[in-house]
Every structure is written in structure tokens, then in C-alpha cells.
């Protein structure tokens, strides 16, 4: 009798914590929501979080304070989040790097893996090989041909040890056999304009942010990490098409505090996606070249987990650490 009114006490409290967390998820939300970003206005994510910020308290009846916190290449903002109440009012908005700096910057007090939970992906991009047009490089083939001829002599830029630009970089050596000499800077655009200075050969830039110096001809679009071509640079050939194998995908998502409650998780799921389907919403965000795709919760896991083992065996073959 003993163990069978154990059973029923645990059955009930199960049942009692899902009604529980089903009762939050209808109150929710009930207060204002924070979108923390980890990187500088105006990046892929700061647009993201902006538009759907907008959308939210027209929905929703909650502003949407949207603050971003940079450092540590996003570090610092996801494990603010991570250590915020696990009830979906406080959310990261974040792309791809947080995989590369949970591999980097090992805490024994903040595990990006492990202590935030998915909510969506909301866009993915692309990331475009960009060279100087006075170096000769006309096409993917002379850089590459350029590189075996001089291993370890062509400058390469990077937005810094680490960074998502500098693992291209690393899948592309490996991908074509190549040795460049990798130049790294503190940030994208110290990096771009040395390029477009001739200080440095070549750089991988995101595709939307490479358009308009390609537009101007300060620089030029070899080739688009993909595995076809894109629609803001139709014009450019594809790493498949060019016989490369792409790079790791980019995303851009939102995650939430480890233990928020499904059914919190699962609301936020459902209004964002459909926002980001919003025509008006779509277009703002495909013109910046993001290519709007919204998932499930479990579809950003698996492509994170699958993103750590890969960029772990990049990291660890080529030695790279942290500055």
C-alpha cells in the first residue's frame, strides 16, 4: 500500500507541476520582456531583435526592451541571460558564435550548451570570400592557385582569433589545401577596411554586409559559403558550385534560461514564427540579405550540437585559442 501511495503522490505531483506550467504559459507574458544582444545595433541580430520587439507589443500588449551587451564575442550577454529568472521574460538573441565560444572561453560557471535553452532559429546568412580587385584575384581559382604557389604568404584577415571569420578560414584551408597568413583584427570592419586599403589580401565577410563596398568597387565577391547561390548576390558562384565544400551555416536565434517552462518556450516559439513569416517583416529582413526561416526549439539543438563537434575538431587541429 506504501508504494502504491507513493505513486499516486508522484503521479499527482506531475501532474501538478504540468498544470503549473501550462497556468504560466497562459498568463504569459504579463510583464515586459528583455531581449539582450550580445553584439553592437545594427548587426543581423540587433535587426532581428528589433523587429520582432515591435511586433511582440502590438501583439502582445508588452514592451520589448531590446539592450545589447557586447564582450568576449557574445559571451558575456549569453550568460547574463543564462543567469536571469528561467520564465521567458529575458531572452538572447545570438547566432552561431555562441557555439565557438563555449569551445573557447570554458567557465566552470556558465556553459552556453548547457545552461540556455533553444527557442528558434529565426534567419540564417551567408558568409562571402572577399579580396582587394587590385590584387589580380578575378576569380576563387587565382586565390587558390595563388595560395599553392605561396603557402603561408597571402594575407588573410579576421575579425579576431576565434572568430566565426577566422574558423572559415580554417574550414576553407582544409577544404582547397591551402596555407594563407592569417592577420587578425578586434572586430569585422577594422579588418574589412584594411583589406579595401590593400593592407590585406582577403577576408570572409558576411554576404549582406560585403554588398555594398562590391556595389562600390572597393571590393570583390569571389565566392558565397554555401551551397547555392543567394539572393542578395545572385551573381556570385556558390562554394558547391566552385567545387568547395561550404562552411558551417550561419544562424541567428533566439535562446531562454535552462529550466523555462516548455509550454513558455513553446508560445514564444509559435508568436515569433508567425511574425518573421509577416510579409512586411520578412522583406525588411531579406533585404539585409538574411534568409528568414524559423524553426522549431529542437531543430536549433541539433544544428548547435552538430556546429560543436565540428568547429571543436576545427579548433583543436589548428591550435587556436582565445586572446
Not at 138 to 161: C, E, H, Q, W, Y
Not at 166 to 190: C, M, N, Q, R, W
Not at 302 to 320: G, P, S, V, W, Y
Request: hydrophobic letters at 45%; glycine letters at 8%.
Amino acid at each position: 500500500m506504501r508504494i502504491t501511495s507513493c505513486a499516486v503522490l508522484l503521479a499527482f505531483g506531475c501532474v501538478s507541476t504540468a498544470v503549473a506550467a501550462a497556468d504560466a504559459a497562459v498568463d504569459f507574458p504579463s510583464r515586459p520582456l528583455r531581449f539582450i544582444v550580445p553584439f553592437t545595433p545594427g548587426t543581423g541580430m540587433d535587426n532581428i531583435a528589433r523587429l520582432v520587439g515591435e511586433k511582440l507589443f502590438e501583439s502582445w500588449k508588452q514592451p520589448v526592451i531590446v539592450e545589447n551587451k557586447t564582450g568576449l564575442a557574445g559571451h558575456l550577454g549569453a550568460e547574463q541571460v543564462a543567469r536571469s529568472a528561467p520564465d521567458g521574460y529575458t531572452l538572447v538573441v545570438t547566432a552561431s558564435n555562441l557555439v565557438i565560444t563555449s569551445i573557447l572561453y570554458p567557465s566552470p560557471t556558465f556553459n552556453p550548451m548547457k545552461d540556455l535553452t533553444p527557442v528558434m532559429i529565426a534567419a540564417r546568412g551567408t558568409n562571402s570570400l572577399a579580396v582587394n580587385p587590385g590584387k589580380g584575384y578575378r576569380t576563387m581559382a587565382d586565390l587558390v592557385a595563388a595560395a599553392k604557389a605561396n603557402p603561408g604568404k597571402i594575407n588573410f584577415a579576421s575579425a579576431g582569433v576565434g572568430s566565426p571569420s577566422h574558423i572559415l578560414l580554417a574550414e576553407f584551408e582544409d577544404a582547397t589545401h591551402t596555407s594563407f597568413l592569417h592577420v587578425p583584427y578586434k572586430g569585422t570592419a577594422p579588418g574589412v577596411n584594411d583589406v579595401i586599403a590593400g593592407h590585406v589580401d582577403a577576408m570572409f565577410v558576411a554576404t549582406h554586409t560585403l554588398r555594398p563596398f562590391v556595389e562600390s568597387g572597393q571590393l570583390r565577391n569571389l565566392g558565397v559559403s554555401s551551397p547555392e547561390r543567394q539572393r542578395s548576390a545572385p551573381g556570385v558562384p556558390s562554394f558547391a558550385e566552385l567545387g568547395i565544400t561550404p562552411g558551417m551555416p550561419a544562424w541567428y536565434g533566439f535562446l531562454a534560461p535552462k529550466g523555462t517552462p516548455a509550454a513558455v518556450i513553446d508560445k514564444l516559439n509559435k508568436e515569433m514564427t508567425r511574425i518573421l513569416e509577416l510579409p512586411d517583416v520578412k522583406s525588411a529582413l531579406e533585404k539585409t540579405g538574411l534568409d528568414v526561416k524559423p524553426s522549431s526549439p529542437r531543430a536549433l539543438q541539433e544544428l548547435m550540437d552538430m556546429q560543436l563537434a565540428r568547429f571543436t575538431q576545427i579548433i583543436r587541429k589548428n591550435n587556436i585559442t582565445a586572446n
